[in-house]
């Protein structure tokens, strides 16, 4: 898959805000009529979902859920369609620029929930992981459902560092409002076991199959079996003299690696995984 | 067509009202009420919630009075049985529709977890959130706050489910280590609530036993497709309250360091199908029965052939 034709793309907050904002119209209205389709039904014996069933009761209120739900779904994909698919990062070993779907636009954006899905690009053979990290610079987004953004400081997985000639590239795109975000990919010539990889920033459930076709997961902060809890480390300097962390420069398109001074170091920011709680008057 | 369910909230009342000294005829005139022109449900499912299977039916007559004493007799024998049953609810009425409209949508067959029904009016609650991390908490069941996550050293259930870790956890251990998932536990008068790092109590989210494609019986949770499912049944449940794949793909689901008492296979459960049919699953030998499982439980729960061989 190529990265999604510009003009289809979202390209400003106000048109990422006009999706988010219809969508979370439109859930009130799932809500309010799920909660009004249950109350009418009060201690049923059996239900149904439609006139195949006897028990079905076809109310007003749930013919503007079924609606409703149908409205979202065509609403999250389109969202999920027009997503910007930006160069995020640089192959160290091919050069090719590592394009991933992202929103720029805010955390309040369906890309940031942990059940998001999006089609990405095609990468190169040696991308492995994106995590990532977000600076959210007294910002206060108010999303409609939690957000897991990372720490607010570029970090290195050292186990994931450790893993044969891994090399990870550090980035920087802007948030609308101010907030920073820092992509963090890991590339190596082999690719591990997929097992041993993590969880994609922003997501907190880690779904993968191995190569004798075991499918699991495990959650973003639970180490894989057998091995003690990941460490995040955010002293980047002596993983660079190792030429085990690479840069792109900010404000960059990620074409390059860069070659001047890490921007990245010393880095101020918060150390530990962050928590943007879903707005209380989300749905008011 | 009418279907088979298992809908919990009518079990727990009728059985409440049983305890209350309703009449068998009253059990009954509440289920006539609801089960429209079909005739045999009732009874049927009299037979389920106080275990007498059809002897409800064999033991019907055409006098009142003969046979409310016939049926009393019935509850009456096994009451021992039916009170510490164990009742598999969703969290809320909606939500049996969520599952219904995704497993008829998605085409696939669904186990879930019974949750407690006390944490439905808690969702979407100012100030509370939906937890299901890496460090398993319980959901109360008694006041005060009950149906939010709480670690109370008073709770009866805190005993059993500490020593289901390996090695068995103390409390002080237990608390530690939901501290260091960010997660403290507030005072006795809050009922030893949980709260998270940005300061909300917690109400449980959905736990899925295992997702099933209902034609071809293969696991529905793929990397490829699985998180699309999940998003999708979180869709119809109006929010994220399911915020993990399937307990039965869970990495550490047969380790106890990990996932201590939720370890194995989970019952009660539901089974949601594609076809609107709901089935209740009590025990792990009734589980290793579901054809997905029966085919694969010795692979997915190695530690636990009790199930379909005792």
């Not at chain 2, 959905?206 to 869709?235: C, H, I, M, Q, S």
């Not at chain 2, 996932?259 to 989970?266: H, K, N, S």
Request: neutral net charge.
């Amino acid at each position: 898959m190529t990265p999604a034709a510009g003009a289809l793309s979202l390209v400003d907050r106000s048109e990422q805000q006009a999706l988010v904002q219809r969508h979370r119209a439109v859930r009130a209205l799932y809500e309010a009529a799920m909660d009004e389709h249950a109350s009418q039904l009060a201690l049923p014996l059996e239900i149904g979902i439609d006139a195949s069933n006897s028990a079905f009761v076809d109310t007003d209120a749930y013919r503007r859920a079924r609606a409703a739900v149908t409205d979202m779904a065509a609403i999250e994909a389109e969202y999920l369609r027009r997503l910007p698919r930006p160069a995020v990062s640089c192959c160290p070993l091919c050069a090719k620029p590592l394009h991933r779907s992202f929103d720029p636009f805010g955390l309040d954006g369906l890309w940031w929930r942990s059940d998001a899905h999006p089609d990405e690009p095609q990468p190169c053979p040696h991308f492995c992981l994106l995590l990532g990290a977000v600076d959210l610079a007294g910002t206060t987004p108010a999303p409609d459902f939690d957000v897991h953004p990372g720490p607010g400081a570029p970090f290195v997985v050292p186990r994931i560092l450790a893993m044969p000639e891994m090399v990870a590239v550090v980035s920087e795109i802007a948030i609308s409002g101010g907030a920073r975000a820092y992509p963090v990919a890991y590339f190596a010539p082999r690719r591990p076991p997929v097992q041993l990889l993590a969880a994609p920033w922003p997501r907190t459930r880690f779904v993968y199959k191995t190569q004798l076709g075991v499918q699991a997961w495990r959650r973003a902060d639970e180490p894989p079996a057998g091995l003690p809890a990941d460490t995040r480390d955010f002293d980047l300097a002596p993983w660079i003299a190792r030429g085990q962390l690479r840069w792109c420069a900010p404000g960059s398109d990620c074409s390059q690696l860069a070659t001047t001074s890490c921007p990245f170091v010393d880095l101020a920011g918060v150390r530990h995984p962050q928590l943007v709680v879903a707005a209380p008057a989300s749905l008011a | 067509m009418h279907r088979s369910q298992y809908l919990g909230a009518v079990v727990r009342h009728l059985r409440r009202m049983a305890l209350a000294g309703a009449a068998p005829d009253e059990l009954e005139a509440f289920l006539r009420m609801r089960a429209g022109d079909d005739f045999w449900t009732p009874t049927r499912f009299l037979g389920m919630v106080f275990h007498q299977r059809n002897m409800f039916m064999y033991q019907r007559t055409t006098d009142v009075a003969q046979t409310n004493a016939a049926w009393s007799k019935l509850i009456e024998e096994r009451r021992e049985q039916w009170q510490r049953e164990p009742v598999p609810e969703l969290m809320r009425l909606r939500d049996y529709f969520s599952f219904m409209q995704f497993c008829q949508q998605e085409k696939v067959v669904v186990v879930v977890v019974g949750a407690n029904p006390a944490a439905g009016s808690w969702i979407g609650a100012p100030g509370v959130g939906c937890y299901d991390g890496a460090v398993p908490v319980l959901s109360r069941v008694a006041p005060p706050n009950a149906g939010l996550l709480a670690a109370d050293p008073s709770d009866p259930r805190l005993a059993d489910f500490l020593a289901g870790f390996t090695p068995p956890l103390e409390y002080a251990d237990y608390v530690e280590r939901l501290a260091a998932h960010g997660l403290r536990v507030a005072g006795p008068d809050e009922g030893f609530v949980v709260k998270d790092s940005a300061g909300r109590r917690l109400h449980e989210a959905y736990r899925l036993l295992g997702v099933y494609d209902a034609k071809t019986d293969e696991p529905a949770y793929t990397p490829a497709d699985g998180e699309r499912l999940r998003a999708t049944l979180n869709r119809h449940l109006g929010r994220e309250l399911v915020l993990s794949g399937p307990h039965d793909a869970w990495e550490h689901h047969n380790d106890r360091r990990v996932a201590g008492p939720f370890v194995g296979p989970l019952v009660p459960a539901l089974q949601f199908d594609a076809d609107q049919y709901i089935y209740e699953f009590l025990t792990t030998k009734k589980l290793s029965g579901l054809y997905p499982y029966k085919i694969r439980w010795d692979e997915l729960f190695p530690d636990h052939p009790v199930g379909r061989r005792s």
